[in-house]
RNA sequence: UGGCUAAGUUGGUCA
């Protein structure tokens, strides 16, 4: 089962959905029960190729298998109606699964405060990572990272700025996922020394710049006619 | 005992 699950994540993953159905088909025709695992693999896997509905029916044939969902289970669905900007359906099932018995853990937070940024919300974003806060899990670093970016998106550097020394207040440190979010708003908002003073200061803390990173840093500073830089 | 599942970042193309 291990082996058919990561074959189906596999496939899931290079968006081959339909191929990993199929394999689920093959397991249960070959007498191998279906896992919780194997549930949230398709799921998520669904939920990625846009197909949400598809995941919820699922669920319903799991139940009726037996297996009940678990923190993961809801955690993946929640962030698959954020992504397809069901933000209130998203929240509708995290308030289900708290009356089912299960607190929403980081990952789950993350998922909401992402969903609201993506729809601009960012105040609103913050205000759940307050709550978040307050339900005793702490934000960590990807939460971080969401609410940068989120920031970043909407033009509110204010926020942004604040986070980021609330950040070094609490010891938290930047990761590259958020210092290539960082980089390339102060690429957007044409503040190309401040990006190049930042690209400076990640590579001193020792993280390296990366393809996303790299991709950036060319395409801005050939967009300025810096083209020498870039090379 | 362990091994499989959930969250954030860039560029391009087309509408």
Redesign the pocket.
């Known amino acids: ?3 058919y ?2 074959l189906i ?1 596999g496939l899931c993953k290079a968006g081959r959905v339909g191929e990993a159905i199929g394999l689920v088909a093959k397991m249960v025709k070959d007498g191998c029960s279906l ?4 549930y ?2 398709l799921f ?1 896997g669904l939920c990625k190729a846009g197909s949400i509905d598809e995941a919820l029916e699922l669920v319903a044939k799991m139940v009726q298998d037996g297996c009940s969902l678990d ?2 289970t809801y ?2 669905l929640i ?1 698959g109606l954020c992504k397809a900007g069901k933000i209130n359906t998203a929240f509708s099932l995290a308030n289900k699964m708290i009356k089912n018995g299960f607190s929403p ?4 937070y ?2 909401l405060i ?1 969903g609201l940024c993506k729809v601009g919300k960012v105040e609103e974003a913050l205000r759940l990572a307050d709550k978040m806060k307050q339900d005793g899990h702490s934000p ?7 609410l940068i ?1 989120g920031f970043t998106q909407v033009g509110r550097m204010d926020l942004t700025f604040k986070l980021v020394a609330q950040m070094m207040h609490s010891r938290s440190v930047l ?4 210092y ?2 960082l980089i ?1 708003s102060f690429f957007k908002e044409s503040r190309v020394r401040e990006a190049l003073i930042l690209v400076a200061k990640m590579i001193k803390s020792g993280c390296h710049p990366d ?2 990173t790299y ?2 840093l060319i ?1 801005h500073l050939c967009k300025v006619g810096k083209v020498d830089e870039a090379l």
């Open positions: 089962i291990i082996t699950n990561t994540d896992n919780i695992i194997t949230n693999t998520n923190i993961i955690s993946t962030d853990n980081a990952v789950t993350s998922s992402d960590n670093y990807i939460t971080y990272g969401i970016h990761d590259i996922v958020t290539n979010s390339s393809i996303f991709n950036s395409a």
